[in-house]
Structure formats: structure tokens, C-alpha cells
Nanobody, 112 residues
Framework: QLVESGGGLVQSGGSLRLSCASSGLSFSGYDMTWYRHLPEKGRELVAAITTTGGLTTYGGSVKGRFTISRDNTKNQVYLQMNSLKPEDTAVYYC???????WGPGTQVTVSS
């Protein structure tokens, strides 16, 4: 099971920290990815992190503003989002790579 949290309404330039809590799966064995679903563009990769956190990857539109991290002792992955823009408005999901597991997502809305 995956449960995302931390979304909400924030003004442009603000920050949010998303969390994704997992249970019932071998969390530390999965690379983890944050995706977002944009109404007109569909699903977009936001950020990814390897099992130990040693390597991270970011989508071009968020590079330098977002930071992905994980805590394998807590079975959680995080997404720190700074300098938010209205175009970051989306539902954000965490996903264990090469698995069928998805959470319900968390809505992020950035007002201008």
C-alpha cells in the first residue's frame, strides 16, 4: 500500500513537502519515482531515486527546485518542492519502479 500526503494549496513561490508512506512491500528494494498527472499533458516524471538514495534524477521542469529523498528505515520517500509555479499544479503520485503499485495521489495546487 502507498499513501501520498502533504499536498495542498500554496501561492506561487511557496513550498510544500510531499511524503509517500509504504506498507506491505519491500520498500528498500525499489527505486522510487514521483510522477504527476497534468490535466492536459498526462503523466510526467518528476523525480526518481535509487534504492539507497545514491542517485537521483529530475524532470527538466523541476530541476533545481525539487529534491527527492528517502528514508528506508521509515519506508518513506519525500519530495521537497520549492519555488512552486502555477504549472506545477497536478496530482502527485509515488511509484515503486517496475511494480504494479500506485497510491491515490495528493493534489498540489499553486495559485498565481
Amino acid at each position: 500500500q502507498l499513501v501520498e500526503s502533504g499536498g495542498g494549496l500554496v501561492q506561487s513561490g511557496g513550498s510544500l513537502r510531499l511524503s509517500c508512506a509504504s506498507s506491505g512491500l519491500s520498500f528498500s528494494g525499489y527505486d522510487m519515482t514521483w510522477y504527476r498527472h497534468l490535466p492536459e499533458k498526462g503523466r510526467e516524471l518528476v523525480a526518481a531515486i535509487t534504492t539507497t538514495g545514491g542517485l537521483t534524477t529530475y524532470g527538466g521542469s523541476v530541476k533545481g527546485r525539487f529534491t527527492i529523498s528517502r528514508d528506508n528505515t521509515k519506508n518513506q520517500v519525500y519530495l521537497q518542492m520549492n519555488s512552486l509555479k502555477p504549472e506545477d499544479t497536478a496530482v502527485y503520485y509515488c511509484h515503486p519502479d517496475q511494480s504494479p503499485y500506485w497510491g491515490p495521489g495528493t493534489q498540489v495546487t499553486v495559485s498565481s
